[in-house]
């Protein structure tokens, strides 16, 4: 069974840093182009930060511009988002999606949640 699976989500201070995991097993994941996605309460799902296949494309939102960066490590079947400066804003659930040219795949999320 496909599976994606976040971690590294968690409680943390205003200006602090958290690096989220997420590992893929039973597809071809160095086929698939990964995003980030994120959920506040009360809020649409927003796309926080793609790269491609290869790792040499990156985008971002720019409410996380210069304090996030996504990365991907093909030998270990794992995307990584590191998250910088944080804010309160930036609490939500954290959704991987990764997307091959047969399918779209989805992580079961992971909560950030930024708090003095």
């Known amino acids: 069974q496909v599976q994606l699976v976040e971690s590294g989500g968690g409680l943390v201070q205003p200006g602090g840093s958290l690096r989220l995991s997420c590992a893929a097993s039973?597809?071809?994941?160095?086929?698939?182009?990964v995003n980030w996605y994120r959920q506040a309460p009360g809020k649409e799902r927003e796309l926080v930060a793609s790269?491609?296949?290869?790792?040499?494309?990156?985008t971002y939102a720019d409410s996380v511009k210069d304090r996030f960066t996504i990365s991907r490590d093909n030998a270990k079947n794992t995307a990584y988002l590191q998250m910088n400066s944080l804010k309160l804003e930036d609490t939500a659930v954290y959704y991987c999606?990764?997307?091959?040219?047969?399918?779209?795949?989805w992580g079961q999320g992971t909560q950030v949640t930024v708090s003095s």
């Open positions: 790269i491609s296949s290869t790792g040499g494309t990156t």
């Open positions: 039973r597809f071809s994941f160095s086929m698939a182009s």
């Open positions: 999606n990764a997307i091959t040219p047969l399918a779209h795949y």
